[in-house]
Structures are given as structure tokens and as C-alpha cells.
């Protein structure tokens, strides 16, 4: 199997990196500036010390033969360029595997390419880039799930799970990956709209009076929204995640509220929030914390782009 990595930030970068060093065949598809970080290697800094890895890299453009599979690693706010960058390398056979924020990209991806194309992916992976391009793995968690939308065990994806099993990382192949990609949203979004609302850690918002209420509080609105949109989460992933985020022995925050630190860069509020009350149908009178997060959310990015 060959396989095309868009995209080489923390978690394209890390998984990618975890492959080519297990002497799978990948090539990475990215940007001229960051091939030339990579023109040397990929670097991954752990609690083992640093690596770094030989990776092939190519640009958009370049001439190659269709891959087996594309795995999707950008931002949401990156999707529709890198949509057209990897299209000429899909063939009828093709497997496309994102593992993306939300569903708005699966929407996407099956109106340029067919849901045929497209399977499930959830990522988990504590990681992030240094100025230097290295990506440094926090070493919390590293899993990849994925599986065919209608859970259905197949030849592609069976050898799909081969090339990706063994390779320094939790990979598993899922029956049910439509509610993992759903539970990951619930989890995402829940601990987005707090961090963001809060600018804290959950830590920092669970040991303030009235904070943990705040967290059971949006949490359960989190709930309802996925509930109307899709349908009910177990109680056992409820409690689960609501333990997670009320540990005041933990510091969690976001991706959305580690990107609100860092002025000009896009958010993916829209993805994380916004379509998930747009699914649910609801706005401020039903969800009115979710939608406080997501106008907190907007009026920063209205003040950025100004």
C-alpha cells in the first residue's frame, strides 16, 4: 500500500513520521516552506528523547501515480485547498481517510469524490509544532481508529488496518466509527466552548466557585445538541468525559483555546460549534452557553480580520 500524508502539522506529522520510521511507504504532501523543514528529516520529540525520521515529500503539482490511500491531516479552514492539491492523486480505488474536526468535512469530501471514498477516522494525539517544524508528542495518548461509515468489514480496509497496525501507535479498526467520530465531536466541542469561554485550563475552572457547575452544565448542553443532531451518547462515555473534565488534578484545554493564544491564527469554531447547532437546530434559547461560546468565539475572529 502507498499512502499520502496531507499535511504535516502535529498530528499528519506525527502519525506520517510513526509510519515512514516503521518502513511504510508514505509520502507527505505539503507546502514548499515546510518541505524544506522536512528536507532533512521529520523530528519527533518525546518523553524517549528526539528522532529524527528520512520522510519522502512532495508539493502540489508534482507528477505521481494515484496512492491507495490519502490520509487527511489539515485544519478545517485548510480543507477546500487541500481538496484540490490531492484530488489528481486519487484513483477509482482510492481510500480517503480524514480525521478532521466535526462532519463538516465529510460533506465535503463526498460531494468532490463519493461516499465511496471516504471513510471514518478519529484521531487522538496530546501533540504540537515548535518554530523549528518539530513536532513534539506530549505522550498522553496516541490512537487512530477508523472503518467504513457502515461498519461493514471489508478487503480495503482490512489491509488498510495491516498497514497502519504495528507501527509505534494505537491503531484499530472500528465497526461503529460514525459514533466515535461522533463521541470525539461531543468531547471536542464541550471542552472547546468551556476553555474558550473561560480562557482557563479546566483546572483553573473546576476549583473556581461555581466553575464545575458551569462545566456539568454546558457538558449536558453539549449532550442534547449531539442527541437532536445524531442521537443519545451512553450514559457510561457521559460520565466518562464529564470525570475528565471536572479532575482537578488535570489541566485540559483545547485546540481552539491554545489558538485564541496565538493573535491572527484561524480557529475552528465554526466546524467545532457553529455546525453542530446548525445540526441540532437550535439556537441561544435552547443552547444558550454553546452559543455564548461560539459568539465569544466570533467576535474575536471579527476583531482579528479588522
Same mark, same amino acid.
Given at each position: 500500500?502507498?499512502?499520502?500524508?496531507?499535511?504535516?502539522?502535529?498530528?499528519?506529522?506525527?502519525?506520517?513520521?510513526?509510519?515512514?520510521?516503521?518502513?511504510?511507504?508514505?509520502?507527505?504532501?505539503?507546502?514548499?516552506?515546510?518541505?524544506?523543514?522536512?528536507?532533512?528529516?521529520?523530528?519527533?520529540?518525546?518523553?524517549?528523547?528526539?528522532?529524527?525520521?528520512?520522510?519522502?515529500?512532495?508539493? =502540489?503539482? @508534482?507528477?505521481?501515480d494515484?496512492?491507495?490511500?490519502?490520509?487527511?491531516?489539515?485544519?478545517?479552514?485548510?480543507?477546500?485547498?487541500?481538496?484540490?492539491d490531492?484530488?489528481?492523486?486519487?484513483?477509482?480505488?482510492?481510500?480517503?481517510?480524514?480525521?478532521?474536526?466535526?462532519?463538516?468535512?465529510?460533506?465535503?469530501?463526498?460531494?468532490r469524490?463519493? &461516499?465511496?471514498?471516504? $471513510?471514518?477516522?478519529v484521531a487522538?494525539?496530546?501533540a504540537?509544532?515548535?518554530?523549528?517544524?518539530?513536532?513534539?508528542?506530549?505522550?498522553i495518548?496516541?490512537?487512530?481508529?477508523?472503518?467504513? /461509515?457502515?461498519?461493514?468489514?471489508?478487503?480495503? @480496509?482490512?489491509?488498510?488496518?495491516?498497514?497502519?497496525?504495528?507501527?509505534? +501507535?494505537?491503531?484499530?479498526?472500528?465497526? !461503529?466509527?460514525e459514533?466515535?467520530? /461522533? !463521541?470525539? /465531536?461531543?468531547?471536542?466541542?464541550?471542552?472547546?466552548?468551556i *476553555?474558550?469561554?473561560?480562557?482557563a485550563? @479546566?483546572? !483553573?475552572?473546576?476549583?473556581?466557585?461555581?466553575?464545575?457547575?458551569? $462545566?456539568?452544565?454546558l +457538558?449536558?448542553e453539549?449532550?442534547? =445538541?449531539v442527541?437532536?443532531?445524531?442521537?443519545?451518547?451512553?450514559?457510561q462515555?457521559?460520565?466518562?468525559?464529564? =470525570? /475528565?473534565?471536572?479532575? *482537578?488534578?488535570?489541566?485540559? @484545554?483545547?485546540?481552539?483555546?491554545?489558538?485564541?493564544?496565538?493573535?491572527?491564527?484561524?480557529?475552528?469554531?465554526?466546524?467545532?460549534?457553529?455546525?453542530?447547532?446548525?445540526? &441540532?437546530?437550535?439556537?441561544?434559547?435552547?443552547?444558550?452557553l454553546?452559543?455564548?461560546?461560539? *459568539?465569544?468565539?466570533?467576535?474575536?475572529?471579527?476583531?482579528?480580520a !479588522?
Amino acid at each position: 500500500m502507498r499512502m499520502l500524508v496531507v499535511g504535516a502539522g502535529s498530528v499528519g506529522g506525527y502519525f506520517g513520521g510513526m509510519l515512514a520510521k516503521a518502513g511504510r511507504d508514505v509520502t507527505f504532501l505539503i507546502r514548499p516552506a515546510r518541505a524544506r523543514q522536512l528536507a532533512n528529516g521529520l523530528t519527533i520529540v518525546g518523553s524517549d528523547g528526539e528522532q529524527t525520521i528520512p520522510v519522502k515529500t512532495m508539493t =502540489a503539482g @508534482t507528477a505521481a501515480d494515484a496512492f491507495d490511500a490519502i490520509f487527511l491531516s489539515v485544519k478545517a479552514y485548510q480543507l477546500s485547498d487541500a481538496i484540490t492539491d490531492f484530488a489528481p492523486y486519487v484513483s477509482g480505488e482510492t481510500i480517503i481517510l480524514p480525521v478532521l474536526n466535526g462532519m463538516k468535512h465529510m460533506d465535503a469530501l463526498r460531494e468532490r469524490f463519493g &461516499a465511496r471514498h471516504v $471513510i471514518g477516522g478519529v484521531a487522538r494525539v496530546f501533540a504540537s509544532l515548535d518554530p523549528d517544524g518539530r513536532v513534539l508528542d506530549q505522550g498522553i495518548f496516541h490512537d487512530l481508529t477508523y472503518g467504513e /461509515w457502515d461498519g461493514a468489514k471489508t478487503e480495503r @480496509t482490512a489491509a488498510l488496518d495491516a498497514f497502519l497496525a504495528h507501527a509505534g +501507535f494505537n491503531a484499530r479498526l472500528s465497526a !461503529e466509527i460514525e459514533r466515535e467520530m /461522533w !463521541e470525539k /465531536w461531543a468531547q471536542l466541542a464541550s471542552l472547546g466552548a468551556i *476553555t474558550s469561554l473561560m480562557n482557563a485550563d @479546566t483546572k !483553573e475552572i473546576a476549583l473556581a466557585d461555581g466553575g464545575r457547575d458551569f $462545566i456539568v452544565a454546558l +457538558f449536558h448542553e453539549t449532550v442534547r =445538541a449531539v442527541a437532536a443532531a445524531w442521537g443519545p451518547l451512553s450514559d457510561q462515555f457521559q460520565s466518562t468525559v464529564l =470525570a /475528565w473534565l471536572t479532575n *482537578t488534578e488535570s489541566a485540559l @484545554t483545547s485546540s481552539l483555546y491554545r489558538d485564541l493564544q496565538v493573535p491572527g491564527r484561524p480557529l475552528e469554531s465554526d466546524e467545532i460549534l457553529g455546525d453542530l447547532l446548525r445540526r &441540532a437546530n437550535g439556537g441561544v434559547a435552547n443552547y444558550p452557553l454553546l452559543s455564548a461560546a461560539l *459568539t465569544r468565539l466570533r467576535v474575536y475572529e471579527r476583531s482579528q480580520a !479588522e
